[in-house]
């Protein structure tokens, strides 16, 4: 259940590149075996009861090996995540992602994708075979198509490759389909960084962005 809301968010005191450097930050701590595990204990928890201030919205694949909180060592209340496999994005994504920008102020959406990703692996079998898989992940692979496509016209045959295209266009398509996170954008108020995450080094690699990437 979505945590009430009982005054303006901190949040709004923190810039989308300000936000950016605190994960960047927090993953370096990860990557390099570092990790502080903050904002974990009960009083963190106690502090959170009748809000919450998360400073950025992760939209992330629902992989079990993409666990945003410990990618970018950060804890109870600092982020507000969003999940769907190949991190496909629908109306209930759109919902959730415009409550972070419009109610929590939330000034910073990180597209996290992955390297190895199922989904995106699926499409591209589809998309090489004809085939289309049964049941309601044919439906993930329809909204995958696209960027899989794309980067075959150019000439990008590698699964990487087609994965970070499937970021680029996820942080496109926010703006296109939201006129909400739109404004946000185009205010200044909230920024989109497309990131790739690797499975084996734990890395978070910027893809895409509608900032700089430097605070100040």
Request: net charge negative; proline share 5%; with cysteine.
């Amino acid at each position: 259940m979505l945590a009430p809301v009982t005054s303006p968010s901190s949040s709004g005191q923190v810039g989308p590149a300000e936000a950016w450097q605190r994960l960047a930050d927090g993953n370096q701590r990860f990557v390099s075996d570092q990790s502080r595990h903050p904002n974990q204990d009960a009083a963190r928890r106690t502090a959170l009861v009748n809000a919450q201030h998360p400073f950025a919205v992760i939209f992330g694949c629902a992989d079990s090996r993409l666990a945003a909180e410990i990618i970018f060592d950060v804890g109870l209340g600092d982020v507000f995540v969003v999940r769907t496999a190949g991190q496909v994005i629908d109306d209930a994504v759109l919902g959730s992602l415009e409550y972070s920008v419009a109610v929590l102020s939330v000034p910073l959406i990180v597209v996290l994708g992955h390297d190895s990703c199922g989904a995106v692996t699926a499409t591209r079998d589809a998309v090489e075979s004809g085939e289309m898989p049964p049941g309601f992940i044919r439906d993930l692979v329809e909204r995958i198509t696209p960027s899989v496509l794309t980067a075959k016209r150019e000439g990008n045959d590698d699964l990487t490759a087609m994965i970070d295209e499937h970021v680029r266009q996820t942080s496109t398509r926010l703006a296109e389909s939201s006129r909400v996170i739109a404004d946000a954008i185009d205010a200044g108020r909230t920024a989109v960084v497309g990131v790739s995450y690797g499975l084996e080094d734990g890395t978070a690699s910027v893809v895409s962005t509608t900032m700089p990437l430097t605070a100040g």
